[in-house]
């Protein structure tokens, strides 16, 4: 599809596999950004983690991987390290997702790279930072939850160690990926420099984690846990209704007002009054909401939180996301047709008044592009995949 987004014009080698490196890309591609996905003869393991419409074609990669063009190399081969070292020259990017010393194996590090193309933005998506002991170990979303401290924060929270419902660790590092990597295209933009730009999974759940549970740890010496407490409160949970269940947020003392105002329950007391007052004491604060909420039905509390202008919502699903009204009147969802039929992705989340990004296309079937991208290189795809 022709391309109106902010990075039109620019071209991304995307040697990343899974979801981390292709979940940065992905967001490229819906930005305008010319994205070469390449993979190996067998493919990204990706394409056959979940259902799809065929054989190589799983939800899960269809949406992380569409809009780009998808080539097959060999970079076991000599004449497939040619293509790709080709296709370096004329990029803006250089993403991968491989372990350092496997990417240097293949030579193209960063200074192979930079050898090439000096001025482009060289991205590695790493486990772990190649700083750190633990630079070689191999790492996935699981582990890294695990490492970052999350599952601990569920235990706090459910009394059970548990991850979350979501490949966040893979999310995450992805997204920071992309902002790195838009931050090391500025600089070049302003400057002409090129860069090496490091991103590891842990590194970047750790920050993640820390924004609110460094807490008292972060000072010295500490003055408490390095905890969040009202996230991790036992009683901080949806609170069921009559026939249901809500989410709701009584947080700053203007809402805590108006809602003890509305609703007079026989607990009140000036000990809740203030923020501050509430911290001290929020899982009573939240046993005790949870008792009132019990008392009426889910439409009748969300009509009175509407009202009071408190942040409430119904419990959903991400099934049900896709008949949600508020999305459908933004024009979240874009139906995109492929060579298996329509696809309706989730769409761009950003809002752009000159430049707006789209679902640039479906997801390249395997090495649905080479014999294009290679012809623009002045190279044959026999010679990139020899037998």
Sequence with gaps: MPSTGPLAGVRVVDLTAMVMGPYCTQIMADMGADVVKIEPPQGDDTRYISVGPAPGMSGVFVNVNRGKRGITVDLKSEAGRTALRTLIERADVFIHSMRSKAIARLGFSYTDVAAINPD???????????RGPNRDL????????AACGLPSVQEQLTGEANYVGTILADKVAGLTALYATMMALFHRERTGEGQEVEIGMFEAMASFMLVEH???AMFDPPLGPAVY???VAPNRRPYRTSDGYIAALIYNDKHWAAFINAVRPPW??????TLEGRARQIDTVYALLAETFAQRTTGEWLDLLRRLQIPASPISSPAALFDDPHLDAVGFFETVDSSHGPVRFPGVPTWFSRTPGQVAGPAPELGAHTDEVLDELGLRAAEANPA
């Design 120 to 130: 482009i933005v060289y991205t590695n998506c790493y486990g772990y930072g190649r």
């Design 138 to 145: 191999p790492a996935y979303d699981d582990t890294i939850q």
């Design 268 to 273: 009140t007391s000036d000990l809740y009054a």
């Design 229 to 231: 407490p009202r996230t």
């Design 214 to 216: 460094a807490n008292g």
